[in-house]
């Protein structure tokens, strides 16, 4: 089973742009299916930002769409995480994780990144 | 964005049994199989606990089991144990957003 390692700044200024990478370890990330980025706010529930393919495809949460670019690095053997226009609301732990057949079946330890009010 | 509901907490003695309930009112939970449960402990990140609505990953234990009847999936949890406290979320597949998760439910062990 792939190990997944998130990194990142801890904190982003408000409208600003939060830069997360997900190494990849213990096997290729080129190995096919999809890997995911999903976030929980402080106390709060799982949402699911976006996914995608190591050919570079890739799939978002309409609710975040407009926000996010999610790319790969197969060179790095690791995948990112933008997001833009940032608020306190995007305050959260950000997890990398590796998709199975429509389930997530791998997770990084997470990172949280805060933005102030 | 609509979530899947499930009960905020479930609580049960040491050896029973008890189930925590993730409805949907859309087709989705319904109409496809692709239904995950996860555990999480404070501060740690989820664990896959059942896939595909009634799938155990290797290594889970045998306690854990899932189910689906129409558009509500079940989490039931045999013989419990209070390492078994933690939260659980479901997961459902959609057409839309592709992964949608559960609101969560606390489960204590009394």
């Known amino acids: 089973q792939v190990q997944l390692q998130e990194s990142g700044p801890g904190l982003v200024k408000p409208s600003g742009t939060l830069s997360l990478t997900c190494a990849v370890s213990g096997g290729s990330i080129s190995s096919g299916n999809w890997w995911s980025w999903v976030r929980q706010p402080p106390g709060k529930g799982l949402e699911w930002i976006g996914e995608i393919h190591h050919r570079g495809s890739t799939n978002y949460n309409p609710s975040l769409k407009s926000r996010v670019t999610i790319t790969v690095d197969k060179s790095k053997n690791q995948f990112s995480l933008k997001l833009t226009s940032v608020t306190a609301a995007d305050t959260a732990v950000y997890y990398c994780?590796?998709?199975?057949?429509?389930?997530?079946?791998?997770w990084g330890q997470g990172t949280l990144v805060g933005v102030p009010s | 964005q609509s979530a899947l509901t499930q009960p905020a907490s479930v609580s049960g003695s040491p050896g029973q049994s008890i189930a925590i309930s993730c409805t949907e009112t859309?087709?989705?939970?319904?109409?496809?199989?692709?239904v995950s449960w996860y555990q999480q402990y404070p501060g740690k990140a989820p664990k896959l606990m059942i896939y595909?609505?009634?799938n155990r990953p290797s290594g889970v234990s045998t306690r854990f089991s899932g189910s689906k009847s129409g558009n509500t999936a079940s989490l039931t949890i045999s013989g419990l144990q209070a390492e078994d406290e933690a939260d659980y979320y479901c997961?459902?597949?959609?057409?839309?957003?592709?992964?949608?998760f559960g609101t969560g439910t606390k489960v204590t062990v009394l």
């Open positions: 994780a590796h998709n199975g057949y429509y389930t997530i079946d791998s």
């Open positions: 595909d609505v009634t």
């Open positions: 859309s087709s989705d939970v319904g109409g496809y199989n692709y």
């Open positions: 997961s459902s597949y959609r057409s839309s957003t592709l992964y949608v």
